[in-house]
Nanobody
Framework: QVQLVESGGGSVQAGGSLRLSCAAS????????MGWFQQAPGKEREFVAG???????????DYANSVKGRFTISRDNAKNTVYLQMNSLKPEDTAVYYC????????????WGQGTQVTVSS
């Protein structure tokens, strides 16, 4: 069982920045693929960014087109934490952001945090 706890959400004006953090339990965090998703009111949950474990000590980062060049995913395996640095925020980035984990052999993301609210005002 993997537990995920997000933090770092809040309110910011358009053009501002926030950094989200997600602390994970588990002894093998370095082998987890980690992702960030967003869910805006009335919309389905959507992929934002992922740090995918390739199995050879290398992580592949990918992003939704809407956040490329503005958001950066990173991880600190020593702290069992993944981050989402969000720059040049736009009102349309307003959503609840969820951290998710996929452990080796388990398929798609199947562990989720409780979410953290990000509100961007114009």
């Amino acid at each position: 069982q993997v537990q995920l706890v997000e933090s770092g959400g809040g309110s910011v004006q358009a053009g501002g920045s926030l950094r989200l953090s997600c602390a994970a339990s588990g002894r093998t965090f370095s082998s987890y693929s980690m992702g960030w998703f967003q869910q805006a009111p009335g919309k389905e949950r959507e992929f934002v960014a992922g740090s995918r474990w390739t199995g050879v000590g290398i992580y592949y980062a990918d992003y939704a087109n809407s956040v490329k060049g503005r958001f950066t995913i990173s991880r600190d395996n020593a702290k069992n934490t993944v981050y989402l640095q969000m720059n040049s925020l736009k009102p349309e980035d307003t959503a609840v952001y969820y951290c998710a984990a996929s452990i080796p052999g388990s398929g798609p993301y199947n562990y989720w945090g409780q979410g953290t609210q990000v509100t961007v005002s114009s």
